[in-house]
C-alpha cells in the first residue's frame, strides 16, 4: 500500500510494504561499498530515508538504497571475458548465476521504488488539480455575482425648503 499527502507544498509519503526487502546498515554498506558511517550520514541529511527499529538501529528499503548509491559490480576484477576459463566447475557456475540473479533483483527492486515514486506523484497530482479546480469555480461564482448588477443605492431623504421645520 502506498500513500501520499501534500501539506504546504510538501510531500510526504509512506509506504507500508510487507514484502520488500530492507537491509540493515551493515548489510547495506557492504551492497555498495561505502561505509557504515556514510549511510547514516545520508540518512540525518535526508538522501536516504530508512526506518527506526525497535532497538534503534535504521533499516533500509533495498530499492531505496540503491536509488541513492549505485550498487557494487559482482565481479570487479574480471570485467573481461577473456579472464575467464572456458570450462568451469559447477560451483563457480552457480555462484556467478546467483551474482547475476542478485543483480537482476537488485535492478527490479530499484524500478519497483521508482514506479512506486512515480505513481505516488501522479496521485498528489492528481489531488492538487482537484483543489485547482474547485477554487477555480468557487473564484468563478463569486466573479459572477459580483458582475451582476449592483445593488441600487436608497433613495435620498427629501429636506423640506424650510430649515427650521423638522418633519415627524
Not at 559482482?74 to 560451483?91: A, G, H, I, L
Not at 527490479?108 to 512515480?118: H, I, P, S, T, Y
Request: with cysteine.
Amino acid at each position: 500500500m502506498f500513500t501520499a499527502q501534500a501539506d504546504d507544498g510538501v510531500l510526504t509519503c509512506a509506504c507500508i510494504h510487507s514484502h520488500m526487502t530492507t537491509l540493515s546498515l551493515r548489510d547495506a554498506a557492504e551492497r555498495v561499498g561505502v561505509h557504515r558511517t556514510s549511510l547514516l550520514r545520508s540518512i540525518k541529511t535526508g538522501r536516504l530515508s530508512a526506518t527506526r527499529t525497535e532497538s534503534g538501529g535504521y533499516r533500509v528499503d533495498a530499492a531505496e538504497l540503491f536509488r541513492a548509491f549505485p550498487p557494487l559490480s559482482p565481479n570487479p576484477e574480471r570485467s573481461d571475458s577473456d579472464s575467464q576459463p572456458t570450462s568451469q566447475p559447477p560451483t563457480q557456475a552457480s555462484a556467478q548465476e546467483t551474482t547475476a540473479g542478485s543483480s537482476e533483483g537488485v535492478r527490479v527492486a530499484v524500478l519497483e521504488g521508482e514506479v512506486k515514486a512515480l505513481a505516488a506523484q501522479v496521485q498528489l497530482l492528481q489531488r492538487m488539480l482537484e483543489d485547482v479546480q474547485a477554487q477555480r469555480d468557487k473564484w468563478s461564482a463569486q466573479a459572477e455575482r459580483l458582475a451582476l448588477a449592483p445593488p441600487r443605492p436608497p433613495a435620498p431623504l427629501r429636506r423640506g425648503w424650510w430649515p427650521f421645520r423638522r418633519s415627524a
